[in-house]
């Protein structure tokens, strides 16, 4: 962030908090013209502190609005089989997110489907696919208190 100055700042939260905003209507919120408002969007995209723009969806109403953290724990840890885990995750599409963590565990999924049901066809079906899985366990959410979608700046 060194190289972020205060109308930095504020541009950024200004588009976390919605991507819709015009240059002109960004200018106008920091006391900037827009010239200089649309070099600086470009700079932050290209420098990669804006990763890509996204519409946040309502997972109730695209009936994905069963959310689970599934726990995976591998057979055995070499380069190989970490590697095929992920290669094969990433191709399935009711796995929002992933992440390798440390622990019990090496791996935290949130998976969003429509209910339990799916669910279990999900574990059995895709993740049983999987031969590198040793392990799973499952935390099922039963209300989202928070999830701003961004990162406080």
């Known amino acids: 962030m060194e190289h972020l100055d205060d109308k930095d700042i504020q541009l950024l939260r200004l588009l976390q908090k919605n991507t819709k905003l015009?240059?002109?209507e960004l200018a106008k919120e920091i006391n900037l013209s827009p010239s200089p408002v649309f070099e600086r969007v470009k700079r932050l995209e290209q420098e990669g502190y804006i990763k890509r723009y996204s519409a946040i969806l309502d997972a109730e109403k695209l009936n994905r609005g069963f959310t689970v953290f599934c726990q995976i724990k591998l057979k055995i840890h070499d380069r190989s089989v970490g590697?095929?885990?992920v290669s094969e995750i990433?191709?399935?599409e009711e796995v929002a997110e992933c992440y390798n963590i440390s622990g019990d565990f090496d791996f935290l999924l949130k998976v969003?489907?429509?209910d339990m049901k799916h669910y279990q066809d999900f574990v059995f079906n895709k993740l049983g696919s999987v031969d590198s899985i040793g392990s799973t366990h499952s935390?099922?959410?039963m209300a989202e208190v928070k999830n701003t979608?961004?990162?406080?700046i």
């Not at 979608?149 to 406080?152: D, E, N, S």
């Open 22 to 24: 015009t240059v002109k």
């Open 83 to 85: 590697h095929e885990f």
């Open 90 to 92: 990433l191709e399935i």
């Open 112 to 114: 969003q489907v429509r």
């Open 139 to 141: 935390t099922f959410v």
């Open 149 to 152: 979608h961004g990162l406080t």
